[in-house]
């Protein structure tokens, strides 16, 4: 089945720096990437939908220029936290539709820590 | 937008009962219906899903049923066992924007 490959798994990082997720559609073309926050023992949150070739659509209340997301081949979608806080410690997780099983692929998951 | 309720939010079962999870969503575009099993850490698992098409499924101790005009849906897992315990989620997606959006969630705790 679809396969997306999710890294790096965990993060820490200082206040202040920015991190990089990425998220690799490894056995089809991802036109669409949905990136997830999900807090502890909270639901996930959709945050943007991502979109080859085009800008990203963010989710009411989420902050585009903090949150960068880009999706520059069918099968790459980054999410870039800039400025980190330690209130953007969270789950993130990436999911892409899979068109061959009419459901969704999720990536593993990114912790991320900032201290 | 979509906005899918889910209740319980907490639910133990004596192992071998039967445990029952209920979602509402609100729109009635929505015709795609996953569940997950979610461990700590780790990434949603379907479980099972539903399309709008049809008013139930079941894939051996796991069923989940779909009352369109009420615009819920409800999980059934019988004969339950201590590594169902987890935290499950439903959710729901639309044909136009193909968002998937997620309940609330449901700790699930099997009582051996």
């Known amino acids: 089945g679809a396969v997306v490959s999710q890294h790096p798994s965990w993060v820490i990082c200082k206040s202040g720096t920015s991190v990089k997720i990425e998220c690799r559609s490894l056995?089809?073309?991802?036109?669409?990437m949905f990136w997830y926050r999900q807090f502890p023992k909270q639901s996930l949150m959709l945050m943007a939908t991502?979109?080859?070739?085009?800008?990203?659509?963010?989710e009411q209340g989420v902050e585009k220029d903090k949150f960068l997301i880009n999706h520059a081949s069918l099968t790459l979608s980054t999410l870039t936290v800039t400025s980190a806080h330690p209130e953007d410690s969270s789950f993130y997780i990436c999911?892409?539709?899979?068109?061959?099983?009419?459901?969704?692929?999720f990536g593993s998951g990114t912790r991320l820590t900032v201290v | 937008g979509e906005n899918v309720e889910q209740h319980p939010s907490t639910l133990s079962v004596q192992e071998g009962d039967s445990a029952v999870i209920k979602c509402t969503y609100s729109?009635?575009?929505?015709?795609?219906f996953p569940w997950y099993k979610q461990e700590l850490g780790k990434r949603p698992q379907l479980i099972i899903d539903?399309?709008?098409?049809?008013g139930e499924k079941k894939d051996q101790r796991i069923a989940v049923t779909l009352n369109k005009t009420a615009k819920h849906f409800s999980l059934h897992i019988t004969e339950t066992q201590p590594e169902d315990s987890a935290v499950y989620f439903c959710?729901?997606?639309?044909?136009?924007?193909?968002?998937?959006?997620f309940g609330t969630g449901t700790r699930l705790t099997i009582i051996p």
């Open positions: 959710a729901a997606s639309s044909p136009g924007n193909e968002k998937l959006t």
């Open positions: 729109d009635s575009a929505s015709n795609y």
């Open positions: 991502s979109n080859e070739g085009s800008k990203a659509t963010y």
């Open positions: 999911s892409a539709p899979d068109r061959g099983s009419a459901g969704y692929t």
């Open positions: 056995d089809f073309q991802a036109t669409t």
């Open positions: 539903i399309r709008s098409n049809v």
